[in-house]
């Protein structure tokens, strides 16, 4: 159970929806990745609703895939999340908003200074996802001829850390005193030079920015692996998890939060918030007729390599309208073959449904009525499977408005989502303490 | 004469004003560098009286200098220009957007994507002013021991420029076609893969965003060296000169707009405009004072500094409160020398007038009333000393609302300003053709 018995809900957001075929639906906005009007619409709506953040899902490259599928694709184009969010903070007033950006190849000056940035202009609801980028496809738009190696990019990211948190404290809160009688604008005394030096960064500093509203914009990461945990145990806020079913859950869930006691930390000092797509009807029937109708939109060809990964054999000869075959033990994990198999069991899917559904959107989701979703959320709640979730929407704006108008009213009924936010920056929607800065201690 | 036979302006900003006594002013919004509803109500002023663009200014380190004058410096802090200015966007719908970003301590991917998208959000505004910083404690935020030097600097700057424009040609305009009947977001024959390998940078591409709505956004420059102005020359489309005389303007215009015709292009490919520090009012006498006063909120003992460069010897052993001594040769540039003389002999400025005048703002000022700085910009324009100037405002509001309300009209009525705009982007501001697509021309 979060800290607060209640849920906190993020919304995952791209600018036209995670879900590959949803950009095609009839009343999708299928040219939101450069229209700001929609997407100042849509985070409007998430506020008024209460939503604890908006988060921009971000990649360093046209992201790598078969052309059929490339040339489907709405995730090869958007705006870059600075400039996005740094616009969005102009038109809300207490959603949260959490930015994507890499360790692996970008620099902590520039992370620090832009996310205190966004913190000041936004009045403190700067997030920063962490990422250690694994897409090889970026590292040869930086310079790379290879992607640095797992454990290399989790030891710079960890490094990275304390550098852009230690330039988060290069001043004192009391440091601008702005005195036009003395002639002080700032005391230097209460200014820190940080002077780092270490395995993979060296940074003089100070940082040309005065200290975020929140001390710290809210820390995010979604790592899952063995680094990726426990990076996320020592220093994340708000966990992205990826678990796909409620045992998935609890067992992700115990994990990273007995890490973090762990590592000296308070269970109530992480939020684990899985990612979840919701997709609304009157009837479970209709809303999984709904999800149906967005999955035949998904191209079958590039659907087939989803499939194909999932299963850990080729599906490209499989009858694509009769049911999925049996399926020999392979090198991929089992749980993951196995789930994938008896999803098709389970639901009849035959094998085109089945790579839609995969290649549409594969991970955690509710697909119900208002009734149904609100359980399946309270029960993930209840069984400390997670603290809420990072709600990802069918298609813009309906899937979004759905959840909005139907899901939330049910979950305030119950009072297990706020009605209003208790405070205005994410830490206090979160219900996270403003750190001390470590350079000046109260 | 510039192409239109008129001016064209942008505004210098720094949140509180560029001037070092500037935040003591009475009336001076001290706290702006991080209210950000006192630069929306700067932005939209500009924007009524029609400038061209809001240009800010950066740095990538808190500025060294002597701890007296640090403590007093307004420079320390402030927002950072991408996310400034991407939230001007949301609140101006006309006036450019044009942010510093340097070619030594950034990457050209994360560069080519920012302005791509500030351009995209701002329909069209956006402009790049490519610096190479010179500044050595940027270098120490960035990872490295030294500064690189001057013509290494100059030489990755200009391969930067053509990995940057490359990666801004990656989509043909009609490549987004969004056929949701067909299933096609887009055509990636219509798509260019860059796979730049050169002598300091490797990029592959493509970029991850559609082309700018303005094909590129504006390029600026502010170099004034050798390898600067030829930069310039071959990429610029605003030149930001630092000329202090109309005759230094008028050398630095013929020489600049020369090399860029030697380069194969047009003289009016590029629009130099000059710094300028205007202080407006009734009588000259009148403004002459309030520049005074405003000199007079500089400090001393930092702005000896100052004075001791411009003359090339240490000034700390003067009287205060005399006049300047006779000053012997030196190795510093004898113009520069001559010329702070002989502003002290024509003002009758004391040692400590001449300091604080120098440590306040240095460079080209029209101080008078606004037929007198009418008059001194409309001579710069006829006799081809600049096509318009980057105004800076002593303080702000005051300095900048005299400006706007006094000195614009007094320009319109002459008929060398425009009165309303003539297009939506900034390219249509300063009259500059849409770059073709070198991978896809027409």
Same mark, same amino acid.
Not at 108 to 128: E, K, Q, V
């Given at each position: 159970?979060?800290?607060?018995?209640?849920?906190?809900?993020?919304?995952?957001?791209?600018?036209?929806?995670?879900?590959?075929?949803?950009?095609?639906?009839?009343?999708?906005?299928?040219?939101?990745?450069?229209?700001?009007?929609?997407?100042?619409?849509?985070?409007?709506?998430?506020?008024? @609703?209460?939503?604890?953040? =908006? %988060?921009?899902?971000?990649?360093?490259? &046209? *992201? /790598?895939?078969?052309? !059929?599928? #490339?040339?489907?694709?709405?995730?090869?184009?958007?705006?870059?999340?600075?400039?996005?969010?740094?616009?969005?903070?102009?038109?809300?007033?207490?959603?949260?908003?959490?930015?994507?950006?890499?360790?692996?190849?970008?620099?902590?000056?520039?992370?620090?200074?832009?996310?205190?940035?966004?913190?000041?202009?936004?009045?403190?609801?700067?997030?920063?996802?962490?990422?250690?980028?694994?897409?090889?496809?970026?590292?040869?738009?930086?310079?790379?001829?290879?992607?640095?190696?797992?454990?290399?990019?989790?030891?710079?990211?960890?490094?990275?850390?304390?550098?852009?948190?230690?330039?988060?404290?290069?001043?004192?809160?009391?440091?601008?005193?702005?005195? @036009?009688?003395?002639?002080? =604008? %700032?005391?230097?005394?209460?200014?820190? &030079? *940080? /002077?780092?030096?270490? !395995?993979? #960064?060296?940074?003089?500093?100070?940082?040309?920015?005065?200290?975020?509203?929140?001390?710290?914009?809210?820390?995010?990461?979604?790592?899952?692996?063995?680094?990726?945990?426990?990076?996320?145990?020592?220093?994340?806020?708000?966990?992205?998890?990826?678990?796909?079913?409620?045992?998935?859950?609890?067992?992700?869930?115990?994990?990273?939060?007995?890490?973090?006691?762990?590592?000296?930390?308070?269970?109530?000092?992480?939020?684990?918030?899985?990612?979840?797509?919701?997709?609304?009807?009157?009837?479970?029937?209709?809303?999984?007729?709904?999800?149906?109708?967005?999955?035949?939109?998904?191209?079958?060809?590039?659907?087939?390599?989803?499939?194909?990964?999932?299963?850990?054999?080729?599906?490209?000869?499989?009858?694509?309208?009769?049911?999925?075959?049996?399926?020999?033990?392979?090198?991929?994990?089992?749980?993951?073959?196995?789930?994938?198999?008896?999803?098709?069991?389970?639901?009849?899917?035959?094998?085109?449904?089945?790579?839609?559904?995969?290649?549409?959107?594969?991970?955690?989701?509710?697909?119900?009525?208002?009734?149904?979703?609100?359980?399946?959320?309270?029960?993930?709640?209840?069984?400390?499977?997670?603290?809420?979730?990072?709600?990802?929407?069918?298609?813009?704006?309906?899937?979004?408005?759905?959840?909005?108008?139907?899901?939330?009213?049910?979950?305030?009924?119950?009072?297990?989502?706020?009605?209003?936010?208790?405070?205005?920056?994410?830490?206090?929607?979160?219900?996270?303490?403003?750190?001390?800065?470590?350079?000046?201690?109260?």
């Amino acid at each position: 159970m979060s800290a607060d018995g209640k849920l906190h809900l993020g919304a995952f957001m791209r600018p036209v929806s995670l879900h590959t075929g949803s950009w095609r639906h009839e009343a999708a906005w299928a040219d939101a990745n450069f229209n700001f009007d929609r997407l100042s619409y849509l985070a409007k709506r998430l506020e008024a @609703a209460k939503f604890d953040a =908006f %988060f921009m899902a971000d990649h360093l490259a &046209v *992201l /790598n895939m078969p052309i !059929e599928a #490339l040339r489907r694709s709405q995730t090869v184009t958007s705006f870059e999340p600075f400039t996005l969010l740094s616009a969005l903070s102009v038109v809300t007033d207490r959603i949260g908003l959490v930015a994507t950006a890499s360790t692996t190849f970008d620099e902590p000056y520039h992370i620090a200074r832009r996310f205190a940035s966004l913190d000041h202009l936004s009045r403190g609801r700067a997030g920063w996802n962490i990422v250690t980028t694994s897409n090889p496809d970026a590292a040869l738009n930086f310079g790379r001829t290879e992607q640095p190696d797992h454990a290399e990019r989790y030891a710079r990211a960890r490094e990275f850390y304390d550098v852009v948190t230690g330039l988060w404290d290069s001043f004192a809160d009391d440091a601008f005193a702005r005195d @036009a009688a003395s002639g002080q =604008f %700032f005391d230097p005394e209460r200014m820190h &030079v *940080l /002077n780092h030096k270490g !395995e993979y #960064l060296s940074v003089r500093g100070p940082l040309n920015i005065a200290r975020p509203v929140q001390g710290w914009p809210v820390i995010v990461q979604a790592g899952a692996s063995e680094p990726g945990r426990q990076l996320a145990a020592e220093t994340a806020e708000v966990v992205f998890a990826a678990t796909p079913t409620l045992a998935a859950g609890k067992a992700f869930y115990a994990d990273v939060k007995g890490r973090a006691v762990a590592a000296g930390r308070s269970r109530d000092d992480i939020a684990i918030l899985p990612g979840a797509f919701v997709v609304v009807g009157d009837t479970v029937d209709e809303a999984r007729a709904k999800r149906a109708h967005l999955d035949s939109l998904v191209h079958y060809e590039s659907a087939l390599a989803s499939l194909s990964v999932a299963l850990g054999v080729d599906a490209s000869g499989f009858d694509p309208d009769g049911p999925l075959p049996e399926i020999p033990e392979t090198n991929q994990s089992k749980s993951s073959r196995e789930r994938v198999i008896a999803l098709a069991r389970n639901e009849g899917l035959t094998v085109r449904q089945l790579a839609q559904r995969l290649g549409g959107y594969a991970g955690l989701a509710f697909v119900g009525t208002p009734g149904t979703i609100a359980n399946d959320m309270q029960q993930w709640l209840e069984e400390e499977g997670s603290d809420g979730f990072n709600v990802t929407f069918p298609w813009q704006p309906g899937g979004l408005d759905a959840f909005v108008d139907r899901v939330v009213p049910e979950l305030q009924r119950r009072g297990i989502f706020r009605r209003e936010y208790e405070g205005t920056t994410l830490r206090d929607h979160l219900g996270l303490r403003r750190p001390e800065n470590r350079f000046f201690p109260e």
